[in-house]
Nanobody
Framework: QVQLIESGGGLVQAGGSLRLSCAAS????????MTWFRQAPGKEREFVAG????????NYADSVKGRFTISRDNARNTVYLQMNSLKPEDTAVYYC?????????????????WGQGTQVTVSS
């Protein structure tokens, strides 16, 4: 099993920044891809960003390209999501997810392990 613990959410004004962290523990050798998804009230969960554990490939949703950056620290088994120029529409619960796929895909069903989520609220 793999356990994922997110942290770093909070309340920020529009234009501000936050950095989310996702610490993985357990059978981390079975993880090949780490991702961030988000879910706003009344909306479906959507892909935000992902990275191969090797760091050789990343993928971003169009809505966050140029504003968000995903990175990983293999020594700490941690993935980060640096979020800049935040907008009110970025308000959501952000989830870390991990899987064994060969590529960073955007479908939530392809990820087996999920964290509990962290709330990000952007005020206008």
């Amino acid at each position: 099993q793999v356990q994922l613990i997110e942290s770093g959410g909070g309340l920020v004004q529009a234009g501000g920044s936050l950095r989310l962290s996702c610490a993985a523990s357990g059978r981390t050798f079975s993880i090949y891809v780490m991702t961030w998804f988000r879910q706003a009230p009344g909306k479906e969960r959507e892909f935000v960003a992902g990275i191969k554990w090797s760091g050789t490939s990343t993928n971003y949703a169009d809505s966050v390209k140029g504003r968000f950056t995903i990175s990983r620290d293999n020594a700490r088994n941690t993935v980060y999501l640096q979020m800049n120029s935040l907008k009110p529409e970025d308000t959501a619960v952000y989830y870390c997810a991990a899987g064994r796929g060969a590529a960073v895909t955007t479908g939530s069903t392809e990820y087996r392990y999920w964290g509990q989520g962290t709330q990000v609220t952007v005020s206008s």
